[in-house]
């Protein structure tokens, strides 16, 4: 018949100096413990960590012991369900002998599996982050393709900007010409120098001379060097 209660104090013994300083008794009937199992060093020195605890049933080791994650650091809820299967199934293929050493070894294992996934996790997404870096640089090297679709919406909105830019550059000189004043507008407006001629001659408006006027002076014998010459007084004779 087999000792359990002996087994399982025997198996204590050896864990406790196995693991010295990650093996924690919590309490002594029912036999429970925590071994606390950490991952070797990544490549940027980041680890996971899981604590362990086990609980003996009375006809352990031909019954499984019962066990669960007691904390973890930097494991995933992905990266603990793992775990957790993990243990299952090594506990099923140990029944019938002593098992928390082969437990424990395997989660190990499994801990540094973990790490490096996330070091593959990390370059994965360092290689993700160059490709569409690259990809890019591409689109702006090469340009956006032209078709027809986007050169009429590309020629619409051009358009309108166009449009848009026109009206309001109208506006500002309207604006401007309403604040100038009658000099401003003249030295700005050259058409303005010949709008009165340009009346004139529109409305037929032609100066005509009296030639008459002028014929009496012509016969007068005028020496206008003369100092005694005097145009009044020549009015005064005629009188």
Known sequence: MTDYAEEQRNEL???????PDS????SDDPTSFTITVTSDAGENGETVEATLKFTYVENYPDEPPLWEIHSQENLE????????????????ENLGMVMIFTLVTAVQEKLNEIVDVMKNRREEEKLRKEREA???????????????????????KFELEMAELRR?????????????????????DHNLDTSDIQFLED???????????FQEIEDLDL??????????EMGSDED
């Open 23 to 26: 093996f924690t008794v919590l």
């Open 77 to 92: 809820d992905s990266d603990v369900e793992d775990v957790l299967t993990l243990l299952q199934q090594q506990a099923e």
């Open 13 to 19: 013994e050896a864990i406790e100096s196995i693991y």
């Open 168 to 188: 309001k550059k109208l506006k500002e000189e309207e604006q401007a010409k309403s604040k100038l004043s009658g000099k401003q507008l003249f030295e700005t």
């Open 203 to 213: 409305a037929g408006n032609n100066v005509e001379v009296d030639e008459s006027l």
């Open 134 to 156: 690259e990809e890019a640089e591409k689109v702006a090297f090469q340009g956006t393709v032209v078709t027809i679709e986007n050169f009429l919406a590309w020629k619409a």
């Open 223 to 232: 020496d206008e060097d003369d100092p005694d010459f005097d145009p009044l």
